[in-house]
């Protein structure tokens, strides 16, 4: 493990990382910039994105603790540093509760730190009026407006999304919550918000119509993660301890990084930006891994995917809109909205003149997470038995272009797979179609980090699936209790293969025949 520096893992204060002499970013100055755009914002970013530093770096900004930001960015731009009442509240230690009644409890305690401060008024006996007291008993004992940064405000909401009835109830002890949050505007300084779903997403903010949403703002999109020049300045040291570790070149390690970690946009002029928390991670492990889901795949992903029924294969070149990326729980037709806000799928391209975004997977850390998440959600399959012994023949015989090696492989692999305990009723509804060995194929192929799509378009109709390997494209198409042949002839008179022709590559016709009964490879038929 690297002891030469202190890396911030699990750390979200501010105060603590600077006193201790922790690795930081300097952000100070964008951070500033933002204290100074808007009297009410709202930013949404994923999860481990520093959304808690940032709240925190405010927090210590309005108290005026001036000494923590010496030799920082912000020096120059600041030259009051006027100490406001600050109220800044956590609400992620809210979630999971199973009531509305439990909700309204629980941010009532949160706030009692705060009437410990201020006082309270035997009156207030919901968490709106609570937060009211407070905020004008803050701004008349100090003479000063107030500050109040909500850190993780859809925390208390996500795990119940699916559950309509818990939902709504849920929702209107928020919506109370935050009522005072603008009928007290003249006792506010300064109120931001932050969390992972657009605002419109969980429709908490009926009453609070004057927040001004940067999350696609291209002005901020570097104010959380990392970006290539500060990783390659702030953090060369970084990559180079690293790279010793590996026994490899900082270009070469630079590389590796990039492909793991990079790829994040959060705006139409957004440049690459790093996953913070999987980099620092990689540093201070001395190893590079899928940290991002080392607590797994949030369950209220899953259970909204369940929910719309999403074609979970669908994850590249997708098309779409802003509004479309910001569209309320109650408007929503797809899962799009919720896998951008969550991570899982980030901007990568933006067509100004038709206002069309296109989103894909960000980086090799997400694909395969994503896949090792939902394999048993919805195939049946552990990740680890996809990976362990079976992943390493495969891949081998597939950089050698031996797709007979390969397919072997595939098929003594789906013949001996452990099923899941209770999947084994789900596989007599689905074992006969043929979307269930595609998204079987799907999820192998991007647990081995291999590009992958299902149902490609074409001008003849659509091929099951296209594989891009490095050497060679293959094209299959997927028989059940039919014969390999008649899917090879499929892929030649719907000319499924075609538009590869030009790439460069081989471009290498599969056809495969599955067995229903024993839901494994039959037979295929390779052809050229």
């Known amino acids: 493990m690297n002891t030469k520096r202190k890396y911030p893992i699990g750390l979200q204060t501010f105060s ?48 005026g603790e001036r000494e923590l930001f010496e030799g920082l960015k912000i020096m120059p731009l600041e030259q009051e540093w006027i100490q406001y009442p600050v109220i800044h509240l956590d609400l992620s230690t809210a979630k999971g509760q199973e009531t509305a009644a439990d909700l309204r409890a629980r941010l009532m305690h ?83 918000i932050t969390g992972i779903t657009r605002l419109s997403q969980i429709n908490i903010f009926s009453t609070l119509n004057n927040l001004t949403n940067v999350s696609l703002l291209p002005k901020f999109s570097t104010l959380c993660g990392i970006t290539e020049d500060e990783l390659y300045t702030t953090l060369q040291t970084d990559i180079e301890l690293l790279a010793d570790e590996y026994g490899c070149t900082t270009e070469e390690m630079r590389t590796k990084l990039k492909t793991r970690y990079d790829g994040y946009h959060f705006s139409s002029k957004s440049p690459d930006i790093y996953n913070p928390y999987s980099l620092f991670s990689a540093f201070v492990n001395q190893k590079i891994s899928n940290y991002w889901f080392e607590t797994g795949t949030p369950t209220f992903l899953i259970q909204m995917m369940r929910k719309f029924k999403y074609d979970i294969t669908v994850m590249d070149d997708i098309e779409t809109t802003d509004y479309a990326i910001n569209r309320p729980t109650e408007a929503m037709t797809t899962m799009v909205p919720l896998l951008y806000q969550s991570g899982y799928l980030t901007i990568k391209d933006y067509d100004q003149e038709s206002d069309i975004y296109t989103l894909s997977i960000p980086n090799i850390e997400v694909r395969i997470g994503y896949a090792d998440g939902l394999l048993p959600t919805f195939v049946g399959l552990e990740g680890e038995d996809v990976q362990a012994g079976f992943a390493l023949k495969f891949w081998r015989a597939l950089k050698k272009n031996d797709i007979n090696q390969a397919m072997h492989e595939m098929q003594a692999y789906l013949a001996s797979i452990p099923y899941v305990e209770g999947f084994k009723e789900k596989l007599k509804d ?99």
Not at 16 to 45: C, P
Not at 135 to 159: F, H, N
Not at 164 to 176: G, H, I, K, N, P
Not at 453 to 465: I, L
Request: charged share 25%; aromatic share 12%; glycine share 6%.
């Open 430 to 528: 689905v074992s006969n179609r043929e979307g269930f060995y595609e998204y079987t194929m799907y999820l192998i192929f991007s647990m081995l980090n291999v590009y992958a799509r299902t149902q490609v378009k074409c001008s003849g109709g659509r091929a099951d699936m296209v594989v891009w390997m490095p050497d060679a494209i293959y094209v299959f198409e997927l028989k059940v209790n039919d014969t390999a042949e008649n899917a090879l002839k499929q892929i030649d008179s719907k000319g499924y293969a075609i538009p590869y022709k030009t790439d460069g590559r081989p471009v290498v016709k599969v056809g495969v025949s599955m067995n229903g009964e024993n839901r494994t490879v039959e037979e295929w038929v390779v052809g050229n």
């Open 16 to 63: 603590e990382i600077i006193k201790n002499g922790y690795v930081y970013v300097d952000k100070t100055d964008l951070m500033w910039q933002l204290a100074h755009y808007a009297k009410y914002i709202f930013l949404s970013r994923p999860r481990r994105f520093g959304k808690s530093l940032l709240s925190s770096t405010l927090n210590s900004y309005f108290s």
């Open 110 to 192: 949160i706030l009692k730190d705060y009437t410990k401060l201020y006082g309270n008024d035997e009156g207030e006996v919901t968490p709106g009026a609570m937060l009211e007291g407070i905020i004008k008993r803050a701004s008349e004992q100090t003479g000063k407006q107030v500050v109040v940064i909500i850190d993780e405000y859809d925390a208390p909401l996500l795990e119940v999304l699916h559950e309509e009835s818990t939902l709504d109830a849920m929702r209107r002890v928020m919506q109370e919550f935050y009522q005072p949050l603008k009928a007290n505007e003249r006792f506010l300084r300064f109120c931001f």
